[in-house]
């Protein structure tokens, strides 16, 4: 979907399971209609590389729009994870959407100590503990990485428009994500 307006009445949007699974399904029961006009598609050209530490982000040109992410965590419960998917209306909606934030136990003691987050839980972020997951299970093996793959494509979406090309991301979050969207962008 390339052309919606939402309009909200709180600071954000209800955060549901911690995926974009009901959004999505709301979405597609509103209807989806056709318009007559051309979709404007960023078109990946040449090369871009962005590094920080550990944090690489690169876009290639493809013929379509593909994310690939690494993730590397130091928690026996997560680890290391890899996902690479085409980005259509099919894939993103059965390969991507319905994976769930997710958060390890120390940060949420944390931030519920500066009375922030007061209404996460096991129903809405996949929370991970010292010894594990606290949640019963996953949905999918890989629904870390799918999760960042999600959040990456959420930031591209700032672009204002679709992009047509391959991202490539190791150990991004939130901050480089935006970072490089606005790189595009210039």
């Not at 992410?69 to 690479?84: E, L, M, N, R, V």
């Amino acid at each position: 979907l390339d052309n919606l307006c939402v309009d909200i009445d709180a600071n954000e949007p209800p955060v549901g399971d911690g995926s974009a699974l009901s959004f999505v399904d709301v979405l597609i029961d509103a209807g989806v209609v056709e318009q007559d006009a051309k979709r404007q598609v960023y078109v990946v050209d040449e090369p871009l590389l962005m590094r920080d530490g550990e944090v690489i982000l690169v876009v290639v040109p493809a013929e379509t729009f593909r994310i690939s992410f690494t993730i590397s965590f130091d928690h026996k419960a997560i680890g290391t994870q890899y996902g690479s998917f085409d980005i259509s209306r099919d894939s993103f909606k059965k390969e991507v959407a319905g994976a769930r934030t997710f958060c390890l136990l120390h940060e949420v003691e944390l931030l519920q100590a500066q009375g922030l987050i007061k209404g996460g839980s096991l129903e809405n972020a996949v929370v991970v503990g010292d010894e594990g997951i606290l949640n019963e299970s996953l949905r999918c093996p890989d629904e870390f990485v799918r999760h960042k793959v999600l959040d990456l494509l959420g930031d591209l979406f700032l672009l204002g428009c679709s992009l047509r090309g391959h991202v490539i991301a190791i150990k991004s979050g939130h901050a480089a994500n935006v970072a490089l969207t606005k790189e595009i962008r210039a």
